[in-house]
C-alpha cells in the first residue's frame, strides 16, 4: 500500500508560480514510477509529468514542457512539480500518482492517487 499526500496549490495570477509537493508513503514507493496528472471540469485526466525513484528520469507531457519541472527527493520521500508562467488553461485538479515499474502516461495504469490540490490561475 502506498499513501500520496499533494499540497501546494492555490490562487495565482497568470505568469505566476507554484510548487505542488506529493508526500509518499508505504511499502517499498520507491520501487514505483510518479506521475503528475491533473483534470479540468469536463475534460478527461492529463499527464502533466512523471519521474522515477530510482534513476530521476523525467518525462512531460505537451502542456508541460518548458514550463513545469518534476523532481524527487528521495531522503523527504517527497515529489515536486514546479509549475512556472502560469496559464489560465493551467487550472485544473492536479493529482500524484504512483505507477508499479515503468514510466508511463496513462492514468488507467496508475496504481494509487492523491486526493489531489486545486491549482487556478486567474486572467
Known amino acids: 500500500q502506498v499513501q500520496l499526500v499533494e499540497s501546494g496549490g492555490g490562487l495565482v495570477q497568470a505568469g505566476g508560480s507554484l510548487r505542488l509537493s506529493c508526500a509518499a508513503s508505504?511499502?517499498?514507493?520507491?520501487?514505483?514510477?510518479m506521475g503528475w496528472f491533473r483534470q479540468a471540469p469536463g475534460k478527461e485526466r492529463e499527464f502533466v509529468a512523471g519521474v522515477s525513484w530510482s534513476g530521476g528520469r523525467t518525462y512531460y507531457g505537451d502542456s508541460a514542457k518548458g514550463r513545469f519541472t518534476i523532481s524527487r527527493e528521495v531522503a523527504k520521500n517527497t515529489v515536486y512539480l514546479q509549475m512556472n508562467s502560469l496559464k489560465p488553461e493551467d487550472t485544473a485538479v492536479y493529482y500524484c500518482a504512483a505507477h508499479y515499474e515503468g514510466a508511463t502516461q496513462l492514468a488507467r495504469l496508475y496504481d494509487y492517487w492523491g486526493q489531489g490540490t486545486q491549482v487556478t490561475v486567474s486572467s
Open positions: 508505504g511499502r517499498a514507493f520507491s520501487s514505483y514510477y
